[in-house]
């Protein structure tokens, strides 16, 4: 049954046995010549599928690290919604206003005296979250920063202690009621 095709071929009369016998002689020279001179035969379909599965393998790869991505950025979004909710301070009663800018435009934020001090000191910064301004802890406006700088809108340098000793305007205070 090696040559059944050929036997079947032979039997049915679509070939005569001296197509068969060069057929085989043909094939039998150039299994010769490849090992004579140790030359591969490519069998392009192989390399095609080779192929095909290496770029699938690939677009699976990034596929995965866009997904990953993704996850990592509704991660640190949520965390830091988390932050805000739970560390905003509450501007209940606030009468002053504070002045800042996002981007290009300038907006205003309505503090308390306290709130004011903490935010021109530094103790205290603003965040923005779905459009809305939110007054935290320097210390969570820096957590906030690990995850996206973005959402940091206002966060000065924190001030040393306002009693330095080499100060040679320390007796010149600033009004609190400066704004600009």
Do not use: C
């Not at 490849?34 to 290496?54: G, M, N, P, W």
């Not at 800042?100 to 205290?124: C, H």
């Not at 910064?125 to 939110?134: G, L, P, Q, R």
């Amino acid at each position: 049954m090696v040559n059944s095709l050929q036997d079947q071929l032979l039997k049915a009369g679509l070939v005569d046995s001296r197509k068969v016998s060069t057929a085989n002689k043909d094939k039998k020279k150039q299994e010769k010549q490849q090992r004579k001179h140790k030359i591969e035969t490519v069998d392009e379909t192989k390399l095609s599928v080779q192929q095909a599965l290496q770029e699938k393998a690939e677009r699976d790869r990034q596929l995965n690290f866009q997904r990953d991505e993704e996850a990592r950025q509704k991660a640190a979004i949520a965390q830091i919604k988390q932050l805000i909710e739970h560390s905003q301070l509450s501007r209940e009663g606030a009468e002053l206003t504070y002045n800042f800018t996002d981007g290009t435009k300038i907006k205003k934020i309505l503090v308390n005296e306290a709130m004011l001090n903490q935010l021109s000191n530094g103790r205290l910064a603003i965040v923005k979250f779905d459009e809305k301004y939110f007054v935290v802890p320097k210390s969570v406006a820096e957590k906030i920063k690990l995850r996206d700088e973005s959402y940091v809108v206002v966060s000065n340098v924190l001030q040393a202690s306002d009693d330095d000793e080499n100060d040679p305007y320390a007796e010149y205070k600033i009004p609190d009621d400066l704004m600009w």
